[in-house]
């Protein structure tokens, strides 16, 4: 959007909503004269949402200006303002608008706290939803903050029914957090190997953490206090299993566990292969043995390619023919849990046989084509 439509956009908005105030501030007294309980409404519609949406809209002004400018500080600052600022600043005059209209009405000394939960559950989800905007790491990195701040938002609103019912909430949002900071990490190259693996095992250690926060709830009720030591050491044994396991997984991604097992896999069935034993061509030789041992199929593409182009077929049946080998995809082995192994090794037997399955039809073609070309 240009600058002129920009101001247009927002000024009109702007311009309609400042009318509307003034006329309800000149009209209010009048109307509050003839029905004096017309003064909380009229107090709540200027208080609670014309203002509110009059400094809602000059702020997404404000972003948008500063996205129309070059330069990608300026972009950065602009979508913030139009997509995180402006809806939570929004969101917070209207909460405290409201908060200071209905005393009046309402005698709830926990509105207020209820009021802040309901703020930090919104902040959390308009983070959630800007970090959809980004790519990776980003996106999940924001993904994971946004659900931190809701679920400790959610611990504020349990706490205010009863203390304790707020721990599982606080223990799975300081996962979250701690889950979102730690994914940034992999913007380092060095420490990529490492977090990269970390979205796969995020929403376990949350649920974890959850799980440590359930028990320990139990140990904060008055009527469960003569247990509270065996409930803490219960939430002790429990997080340090967790931190084991996913040490492990963390481990394995960076020491590269799931790959070595299934490096021996394949080399096994490159050992294996009659397809090696029987070939006279160095160059099929190697091409053979880098798609079964490694997974890498371009080498073997231009080989039948090349075989291919010298029989007497067309574009169609040449593509036809390399159609399985080219969508091809090897699995992508990250980080495992313990008990995974055999998986591991279940995925790496499969994925080789059916490599060895591409490589004998592909043969099987060339070496017909070659027959019947003699």
């Not at 009318?19 to 004269?33: K, R, W």
Request: aromatic share 10%.
């Amino acid at each position: 959007m240009s600058l002129n439509k920009l101001a247009r956009h927002y000024g009109i908005r702007i311009g309609v909503l400042i009318a509307v105030l003034l006329i309800i501030l000149t009209l209010g007294p009048s109307i509050i004269n003839y029905v004096p309980l017309a003064s909380i409404p009229i107090k709540w519609l200027i208080n609670a949402l014309l203002l509110p949406l009059i400094i809602f809209m000059a702020i997404r002004l404000a972003g948008g200006f500063l996205s129309t400018r070059t330069g990608t500080l300026f972009k950065v600052l602009g979508s913030v303002l139009v997509s995180v600022i402006a809806p939570t600043v929004f969101a917070y005059l209207l909460l405290e608008g409201t908060l200071t209209t209905i005393p009046p009405l309402i005698h709830f000394n926990k509105l207020p706290g209820i009021f802040t939960a309901i703020f930090v559950i919104f902040v959390g989800a308009v983070l959630i939803n800007y970090g959809r905007g980004f790519g990776e790491p980003v996106k999940s990195s924001l993904t994971y903050l946004g659900a931190a701040v809701v679920l400790y938002g959610v611990a504020g609103m349990g706490s205010i029914a009863y203390t304790p019912l707020g721990m599982p909430f606080l223990y799975a949002s300081i996962g979250s957090a701690l889950m979102g900071i730690v994914m940034l990490m992999s913007l380092h190259p060095a420490l990529r190997p490492l977090v990269s693996d970390l979205p796969r095992i995020a929403k376990p250690i949350v649920a974890l953490l959850f799980v440590v926060g359930f028990i320990s709830m139990f140990a904060q009720i008055p009527q469960l206090k003569p247990y509270s030591g065996y409930l803490t050491m219960v939430s002790l044994i429990l997080l340090a299993i967790i931190v084991v396991v996913i040490g492990y997984r963390l481990y394995s991604a960076f020491s590269r566990v799931a790959e070595k097992i299934a490096e021996r896999i394949y080399e096994q069935h490159v050992r294996e292969s009659p397809l090696l034993a029987s070939s006279e061509d160095d160059v099929l030789v190697n091409a053979i043995n880098e798609f079964i041992r490694r997974g890498r199929k371009e080498e073997l593409i231009a080989y039948a390619a090349y075989a291919l182009a010298h029989c007497d077929i067309d574009f169609t049946e040449v593509s036809t023919a390399l159609r399985g080998l080219i969508d091809y995809e090897p699995p992508h082995y990250t980080g495992i849990w313990p008990w995974e192994r055999r998986n591991v090794e279940g995925i790496a037997m499969k994925d080789a046989e059916a490599r060895k399955q591409l490589v004998t039809e592909l043969m099987k073609l060339i070496t017909t084509c070659k027959v019947a070309k003699i």
